[in-house]
């Protein structure tokens, strides 16, 4: 085994090393992120909810105010 040989050796040892170290990483993050995500989705959910409610309370004022005149 040549020098350059070697050399391929270690660099294809440390890519597989820094590939499997971010993919181990990944799956870990990816429980995290997911319960920051799903909570972010129930928020954002109440948020349009509530924008559904006042602006369906609007309409249903205004058509009160005008059966009313």
Do not use: C, P
């Not at 040989?5 to 997911?34: K, L, T």
């Amino acid at each position: 085994m040549n020098l350059f040989s070697a050399m391929v050796a270690i660099a294809a040892i440390i890519g597989i090393v820094a590939v499997s170290r971010y993919w181990f990483e990944s799956r870990h993050r990816d429980g995290v992120d997911q319960e920051r995500f799903d909570r972010l989705e129930s928020e954002l959910r109440e948020r349009i909810e509530t924008l559904e409610r006042i602006v369906i309370d609007q309409r249903e004022q205004l058509r009160r105010k005008i059966d009313e005149l």
